[in-house]
């Protein structure tokens, strides 16, 4: 009976032209982000970048998408999703050529800039087209849209260790050939990928320059305002929780992997291959434990669990052991990701849809920014290790706080 009703729907999504393109264009991003992420902290440490300037730079890619998530959000819903998911994608493949040429940490800090406004135009634009054609089952297609992206990590990560591994080639090499084939899938998809924003949800201006000039300067405004928001300030607390976490384990497991215990790169692409399939068939699932229960309970345990996870990674050096503690750190982040992101979705209106997760994208970048500001300086003062138990601390405290926040906002309730 299960397997029977993961089919269909399965063939439901794969056979809808609207979600089907949403998939694919997921599947591509993360094919690229994932050889990005696993490799670009090592290519800097490779480069003779100092340990600081690392720290800065993976915390730019994100800095600036504080900035950009808002506005592009907004435009998503004025120009459509479309344009921005491609014109992300596109801005991924002008990445990797950069990667490619880079002789010095100042290549790999414009190609990071490109990466991070590809991510600015990409992500809000996705989950805003998520709610475009699932709005009563956002979780549930949010996991598939996940899965479709883990397609891409496991193609990504599995191209990557074949390259490092077999082909013996250098990082540079594999930077060159992750950009063009970018750029074909891309050209692919600008004929596949249909516009999913309908006409009547669409926000009409004279000018779309204007329009987005006057989303960029009153951005302040319309992030504090919708952060403030009752239905949503905790579910961006969250989110700031979530993404910090995430990214400690993005930016700092492959050089905790490569740099602290001395094991060779293709076990990083391998890692993220081996984990990823493991848990590709489950992200409807986790995505559909937030339609069920709403989003904090499942954060709430993921996040338990992804800190666990850590913890384990700093005290153990045998390879399986760290990979099992990777698979539930990932399957952690990726229930926490998907509960905020129907949360968000539930809590506003069609018409403020983008916007509201345009700030959500905001507060994700704030996180990752805040999680290499915070935990590199303790790499340069200590260790890896040292950084893995400062996330840990830091991510026990605020997940304690977020809670005793909740539980005293149900007693004032219940006492007016």
Same mark, same amino acid.
């Given at each position: 009976?299960?397997?029977?009703?993961?089919?269909?729907?399965?063939?439901?999504?794969?056979?809808?032209?609207?979600?089907?393109?949403?998939?694919?264009?997921?599947?591509?991003?993360?094919?690229?982000?994932?050889?990005?992420?696993?490799?670009?902290?090592?290519?800097?440490?490779?480069?003779?970048?100092?340990?600081?300037?690392?720290?800065?730079?993976?915390?730019?890619?994100?800095?600036?998408?504080?900035?950009?998530?808002?506005?592009?959000?907004?435009?998503?819903?004025?120009?459509?999703?479309?344009?921005?998911?491609?014109?992300? !994608?596109? +801005?991924?493949?002008? /990445? &990797?050529? =950069?990667?490619? %040429?880079? #002789?010095?940490?100042?290549?790999?800090? @414009? $190609? *990071?800039?490109?990466?991070?406004?590809?991510?600015?135009?990409?992500?809000?634009?996705?989950?805003?087209?998520?709610?475009?054609?699932?709005?009563?089952?956002?979780?549930?297609?949010?996991?598939?849209?996940?899965?479709?992206?883990?397609?891409?990590?496991? !193609?990504? +990560?599995?191209?990557? /260790? &074949?390259? =490092?591994?077999? %082909?013996? #080639?250098?990082?540079?090499?594999?930077? @060159? $050939? *992750?950009?063009?084939?970018?750029?074909?899938?891309?050209?692919?998809?600008?004929?596949?990928?249909?516009?999913?924003?309908?006409?009547?949800?669409?926000?009409?201006?004279?000018?779309?320059?204007?329009?987005?000039?006057?989303?960029?300067?009153?951005?302040?405004?319309?992030?504090?305002?919708?952060?403030?928001?009752?239905?949503?300030?905790?579910?961006?607390?969250?989110?700031?929780?979530?993404?910090?976490?995430?990214?400690?384990?993005?930016?700092?497991?492959?050089?905790?992997?490569?740099?602290?215990?001395?094991?060779?790169?293709?076990?990083?692409?391998?890692?993220?291959?081996?984990?990823?399939?493991?848990?590709?068939?489950?992200?409807?699932?986790?995505?559909?434990?937030?339609?069920?229960?709403?989003?904090?309970?499942?954060?709430?345990?993921?996040?338990?669990?992804?800190?666990?996870?850590?913890?384990?990674?700093?005290?153990?050096?045998?390879?399986?052991?760290?990979?099992?503690?990777?698979?539930?750190?990932?399957?952690?982040?990726?229930?926490?990701?998907?509960?905020?992101?129907?949360?968000?979705?539930?809590?506003?209106?069609?018409?403020?849809?983008?916007?509201?997760?345009?700030?959500?994208?905001?507060?994700?970048?704030?996180?990752?920014?805040?999680?290499?500001?915070?935990?590199?300086?303790?790499?340069?003062?200590?260790?890896?290790?040292?950084?893995?138990?400062?996330?840990?601390?830091?991510?026990?405290?605020?997940?304690?706080?977020?809670?005793?926040?909740?539980?005293?906002?149900?007693?004032?309730?219940?006492?007016?």
């Amino acid at each position: 009976m299960l397997l029977s009703s993961t089919v269909q729907l399965l063939k439901q999504d794969l056979l809808s032209r609207d979600r089907s393109g949403l998939i694919m264009s997921t599947f591509l991003g993360n094919f690229c982000l994932a050889i990005y992420g696993s490799y670009v902290g090592v290519y800097l440490e490779q480069l003779g970048t100092a340990v600081i300037l690392i720290g800065l730079i993976l915390a730019a890619r994100n800095a600036s998408q504080i900035v950009l998530r808002v506005p592009l959000g907004e435009l998503s819903q004025i120009v459509g999703r479309k344009p921005l998911i491609l014109g992300g !994608l596109l +801005s991924y493949s002008t /990445a &990797f050529y =950069l990667m490619a %040429l880079a #002789w010095n940490w100042w290549f790999v800090l @414009l $190609a *990071t800039t490109l990466v991070a406004l590809g991510m600015s135009f990409f992500w809000p634009a996705m989950f805003s087209a998520v709610g475009d054609v699932a709005n009563e089952n956002y979780g549930r297609f949010n996991g598939r849209i996940f899965q479709g992206g883990d397609v891409g990590v496991i !193609l990504g +990560s599995f191209f990557a /260790a &074949f390259v =490092l591994k077999s %082909l013996r #080639w250098p990082l540079n090499q594999l930077f @060159l $050939a *992750t950009g063009f084939i970018s750029t074909v899938l891309v050209l692919v998809l600008t004929v596949i990928v249909p516009e999913v924003l309908s006409s009547e949800h669409q926000k009409k201006v004279e000018s779309v320059f204007n329009a987005l000039w006057s989303s960029f300067r009153s951005m302040v405004g319309s992030f504090w305002k919708m952060t403030t928001r009752k239905e949503l300030y905790r579910v961006y607390g969250f989110q700031l929780l979530i993404s910090f976490s995430e990214y400690m384990l993005t930016s700092f497991f492959p050089l905790l992997i490569v740099v602290a215990k001395g094991f060779p790169l293709e076990i990083v692409a391998e890692l993220t291959l081996y984990s990823t399939v493991v848990l590709f068939f489950f992200k409807p699932y986790l995505g559909g434990i937030s339609d069920r229960f709403g989003y904090q309970l499942p954060v709430t345990g993921a996040l338990f669990l992804t800190v666990t996870s850590f913890f384990v990674m700093v005290i153990s050096n045998d390879l399986r052991i760290l990979w099992i503690s990777y698979v539930f750190a990932q399957a952690g982040l990726m229930t926490s990701y998907l509960a905020v992101n129907g949360g968000t979705s539930r809590a506003v209106p069609n018409s403020e849809r983008g916007l509201a997760l345009g700030v959500l994208g905001a507060h994700v970048s704030l996180g990752r920014s805040l999680s290499s500001l915070l935990l590199s300086p303790l790499w340069e003062l200590f260790d890896l290790n040292a950084v893995f138990l400062g996330g840990i601390v830091l991510a026990s405290l605020s997940l304690v706080i977020l809670n005793w926040l909740e539980v005293r906002e149900k007693r004032q309730r219940k006492n007016v």
